[in-house]
C-alpha cells in the first residue's frame, strides 16, 4: 500500500487531509520547490497553507507571514476546485490589501501591515469569520 492509498484509507476526513498534507508536504521537500508539484498537489497546499493560517490567527496573521506571499495562488486554487463563496471571499481579502497585487515579499509586505487602518483590520475579522 502506498502513502497516499494509507492516507485516502483513513475513516475521519480530517485524517485523510492531514496524511495526504504530509504525503504532498514531503514530496515538495524532496523536491526542494511547489513546481515539482502537480496542479492538483499545488492546489492542495495552496489551500492547507491558508487554512492553516486562517485558524492561527486570521487574515492579519496570513498577510503578515511568508504565506500571504501566495495569496494570489489561493485564490486561483479555490478557483480550480469551484469555491466560489471561498473565492469571493479571499477575493475581497485581496482586494482591500493597500497594495495590488499582494507584494510576494514579505519585506514588501510588512510595512504596508505596520500601518494597515481599523477599516481593513476590521473587514479581514469579518472576513476571517465568513471563512470560519
Given at each position: 500500500m502506498t502513502e497516499i492509498d494509507f492516507a485516502l484509507s483513513q475513516?475521519?476526513?480530517?485524517?485523510?487531509?492531514?496524511?495526504?498534507?504530509?504525503v504532498i508536504w514531503n514530496k515538495a521537500n524532496k523536491?526542494?520547490?511547489?513546481?515539482?508539484?502537480?496542479?492538483?498537489?499545488?492546489?492542495?497546499?495552496?489551500?492547507?497553507?491558508?487554512?492553516s493560517e486562517l485558524i492561527n490567527g486570521g487574515l492579519f496573521n496570513f498577510f503578515y507571514n511568508t504565506s500571504g506571499g501566495y495569496a494570489h495562488e489561493i485564490?486561483?486554487?479555490?478557483?480550480?476546485i469551484g469555491a466560489y463563496e471561498s473565492v469571493n471571499l479571499m477575493h475581497r481579502a485581496i482586494?482591500?490589501?493597500?497594495?495590488?497585487?499582494?507584494?510576494?515579499?514579505?519585506?514588501?509586505?510588512?510595512?504596508?501591515?505596520?500601518?494597515?487602518?481599523?477599516?481593513?483590520?476590521?473587514?479581514?475579522?469579518t472576513i476571517t469569520s465568513d471563512f470560519l
Open positions: 475513516k475521519e476526513d480530517t485524517e485523510v487531509i492531514e496524511l495526504v498534507g504530509t523536491a526542494k520547490s511547489f513546481t515539482a508539484l502537480s496542479l492538483q498537489e499545488r492546489t492542495f497546499v495552496y489551500i492547507d497553507i491558508f487554512e485564490l486561483e486554487a479555490y478557483e480550480t482586494t482591500s490589501f493597500p497594495e495590488i497585487p499582494v507584494p510576494k515579499d514579505i519585506f514588501m509586505r510588512r510595512p504596508f501591515m505596520e500601518t494597515l487602518d481599523e477599516t481593513t483590520k476590521t473587514k479581514w475579522l
